[in-house]
């Protein structure tokens, strides 16, 4: 961190490096606000920096105009488990171990070895750093899929620990044989399912792998002893599933969800038991929008449910008639007297432009799981002056900042 002096956009600066292995130099160019570089040639080996630059309150450096500059890693892997060791796989000869609550800095490129289990419709520039990550102390054949670092990637995405070699179906496999895989998983232990956050600070990434998953799936039904199977649809097809028994919940995931979050689909079976077992399948294309589905097995009526409540998606099983317990709603409610905003240009000398000023508003949201929601903005009075020092009016030159109205509405019982 370092103080710059004004006008230094428009200079270039040495940057030193000193470590206990020797030294380096590099000459760049810093941005207005942030950005990255990439130094090649140091002795800790290749570095990717971000740059990021700030201002300064001149009343905290004795009234000089300066800037603040921050250097920081590119990229930030970070275990957020209190018990967990996790190993990172980049392609390279040894995976990297992160402890409990520790973290890794990032530095190269991505390796040019080839990751296991990588699926070939996962899109990836020369940029991009790609890895997969377990914890340490499962089966060593199991592993996350591919998590790729990059800013389109950014939300939390949810992922299933699953075996490279998985099978993967089509849908007309998974009609054909969805009733033989889910009698299979009934003795089985459901798929452990971690999160990755992607998060980009000013050129920088920050990167967390924590337990657990923003998508869950609750079985409330009572009739018959429902059982209720998630099979999510990943990019190269389904593997895994997730049996649900009546009166639970549990978390679930992707063995390779999609990293723009296009596709969050998942195939859902509907068991009752008995010598005779009936099943139903039905697909659900996203999971993140709240919509309701009507599923009849034997003589029993079932609703099915995705309700999304602030990050949270829940796909819910309900006996029919039971639907009205869930309904909930979230309202936000705003009155604002007045309420001023200045624009300010920074560059060269700082100064005020515009300034807004808004009496009387008001805002209101309200969403509800029916799948709607409602805005309402009324401003009753706004008007916006220019303030700028040195603007011309007709041929008059004003040193002085004498505001000037550019824009006013004075409106009366929301009437404009």
Not at 336 to 348: A, D, F, K, N, T
Not at 388 to 401: C, D, F, P, Q, Y
Request: some cysteine; aromatic content about 6%; hydrophobic content about 40%.
């Amino acid at each position: 961190v370092t103080l710059l002096p004004h006008g230094y956009q428009e200079k270039s600066y040495w940057l030193h490096l000193h470590a206990d292995i020797g030294a380096a130099r590099c000459r760049v160019k810093l941005p207005v606000t942030w950005g990255t570089f990439d130094w090649k040639k140091t002795p800790l080996g290749p570095l990717k920096l971000a740059v990021q630059v700030d201002s300064v309150n001149p009343s905290t450096v004795l009234g000089a105009s300066s800037r603040i500059l921050s250097l920081r890693p590119a990229l930030v892997l970070s275990n957020a488990s209190t018990d967990d060791y996790i190993e990172l796989d980049f392609g390279e000869e040894n995976p990297v171990s992160l402890p409990p609550e520790g973290s890794h800095v990032r530095h190269r490129q991505r390796s040019n070895a080839k990751i296991k289990g990588l699926p070939s419709k996962i899109a990836l520039s020369k940029h991009d750093i790609r890895l997969r990550f377990r914890p340490a102390d499962r089966i060593p054949d199991l592993w996350s899929g591919i998590v790729v670092c990059k800013e389109k990637a950014a939300g939390s995405t949810p992922f299933t620990l699953h075996y490279q070699d998985g099978q993967q179906a089509s849908l007309r496999q998974i009609r054909l044989t969805l009733s033989v895989e889910s009698e299979a998983d009934q003795g089985k232990v459901n798929p452990e399912v971690w999160s990755v956050e992607v998060a980009p600070i000013s050129g920088a990434l920050a990167v967390t792998f924590k337990k657990g998953s923003e998508f869950n799936a609750v079985n409330r039904a009572t009739k018959g002893k429902a059982t209720m199977t998630i099979f999510p649809r990943s990019i190269n097809g389904v593997v895994g599933s997730f049996v649900v028994d009546p009166g639970s919940e549990m978390d679930y995931g992707w063995a390779q969800p999609s990293h723009d979050a296009r596709e969050r689909s998942v195939y859902v079976e509907v068991a009752l038991p008995g010598e005779k077992a009936c099943k139903k399948v039905v697909k659900i294309r996203d999971v993140r929008k709240t919509q309701t589905q009507q599923i009849r097995v034997r003589d029993a009526s079932f609703v099915l449910e995705t309700i999304r409540q602030f990050e949270r998606s829940s796909l819910v099983l309900l006996d029919e008639g039971c639907r009205q317990a869930l309904v909930s709603s979230f309202k936000v409610e705003v009155n604002l007297r007045q309420l001023g905003i200045s624009l300010v240009q920074e560059i060269q000398e700082p100064c005020e432009l515009l300034f807004v000023h808004l009496a009387d508003s008001y805002f209101f949201y309200k969403n509800s799981d029916a799948d709607t929601e409602d805005w309402t903005l009324e401003v009753q009075k706004v008007q916006v002056d220019c303030q700028k020092v040195g603007r011309m009016e007709g041929k008059i030159k004003l040193n002085k900042a004498l505001p000037a109205v550019i824009l006013a509405n004075h409106g009366n019982g929301g009437n404009p």
